[in-house]
């Protein structure tokens, strides 16, 4: 369930959370996977958090190691890319980029802050059964 989408004419990256009501801002076909261009709907309700997921019979065909995410992951996700670089002085002139891919691992890092001077600092929010071992195999 990404947060982040692409938009098929610009290319731009489109983070479902910056928009009051998606549906209204995006036709159909607009929005694609980042990994697979893959056409991607929105799913925004009540009950759910709103997220981007593929059409039910066109699964994602990326390579990127996936593995499904909870409410609780998608929440600590954001929390984690909104207060972390607004509470911690280390972190304020740091930018977030939510689902950020690391080609050279196959993996899709939850959130990165790319800061002013270049560096790159990626968090995981663990709540799924990824072993410390799975994990280790992406230190690039």
């Given at each position: 369930?990404?947060?982040?989408?692409?938009?098929?004419?610009?290319?731009?990256?489109?983070?479902?959370?910056?928009?009051?009501?998606?549906?209204?801002?995006?036709?159909?076909?607009?929005?694609?996977?980042?990994?697979?261009?893959?056409?991607?709907?929105?799913?925004?309700?009540?009950?759910?958090?709103?997220?981007?997921?593929?059409?039910?019979?066109?699964?994602?065909?990326?390579d990127y190691g996936?593995?499904?995410?909870?409410?609780?992951?998608?929440?600590?996700?954001?929390?984690?890319?909104?207060?972390?670089?607004?509470?911690?002085?280390?972190?304020?002139?740091?930018?977030?980029?939510?689902?950020?891919?690391?080609?050279?691992?196959?993996?899709?890092?939850?959130?990165?802050?790319?800061?002013?001077?270049?560096?790159?600092?990626?968090?995981?929010?663990?709540?799924?059964?990824?072993?410390?071992?799975?994990?280790?195999?992406?230190?690039?």
């Amino acid at each position: 369930m990404p947060f982040i989408a692409k938009n098929k004419q610009t290319g731009d990256r489109v983070n479902i959370l910056e928009y009051q009501n998606p549906r209204e801002e995006f036709q159909k076909g607009d929005l694609v996977c980042l990994f697979c261009d893959g056409e991607l709907i929105i799913v925004a309700g009540f009950v759910r958090m709103k997220h981007f997921r593929h059409r039910q019979n066109s699964p994602c065909k990326s390579d990127y190691g996936r593995h499904p995410e909870s409410y609780e992951h998608l929440f600590f996700k954001k929390l984690l890319s909104e207060k972390l670089s607004q509470e911690s002085s280390e972190y304020l002139n740091a930018e977030p980029i939510l689902e950020y891919p690391i080609p050279e691992a196959k993996r899709i890092a939850d959130i990165a802050f790319q800061f002013p001077n270049g560096w790159l600092v990626v968090h995981e929010v663990q709540l799924s059964s990824i072993t410390t071992e799975e994990l280790q195999k992406c230190v690039v």
